[in-house]
């Protein structure tokens, strides 16, 4: 059964991708590659590869994220505090913020960020207390 999730995004930039997941908070340490990154304690693995590199692992074309949207990458948040440092973060780095932080359904709090690459990235806090039974 499966172990660990390994996610192969494809970035146009390497260096400045790295250097804007690390500005939100993200390290770059993992045994399996100096260029993936750890989501959480789950063992869910980011790894980002050039363009090129990636076409020759998929054997496909790349998705325009100008036009469309492959994946929607949702991440936990601790607090609604969390998801707002880490929407700051995203603009601040260079990312595009697409749903500012709000409410939803009374026990969801998130944002929606888009990083250098156009891939979308969901930010979420869940208060189970509120949550409908």
């Given amino acids: 059964m499966t172990k660990e999730l390994w996610i192969n995004l494809p970035v146009k930039n390497l260096a400045k991708s790295k250097e804007f997941f690390t500005k939100l908070g993200f390290a770059f340490n993992l045994q399996y590659s100096k260029d993936g990154f750890a989501v959480g304690n789950k063992k869910i693995i980011v790894m980002l590869f050039e363009e090129p590199t990636f076409k020759s692992f998929t054997r496909h074309e790349v998705s325009d994220t100008k036009i469309g949207s492959e994946v929607l990458f949702s991440i936990d948040a601790e607090s609604r505090q969390e998801v707002d440092e880490m929407t700051n973060k995203a603009r601040t780095a260079g990312g595009m913020v697409f749903a500012e932080p709000g409410e939803n359904q009374g026990w969801l709090y998130g944002s ?5 690459d156009g891939h979308r990235w969901n930010l979420l806090y869940m ?3 509120k949550m409908p039974k």
């Fill in 112 to 116: 929606g960020f888009a990083d250098l």
């Fill in 127 to 129: 208060d189970m207390s």
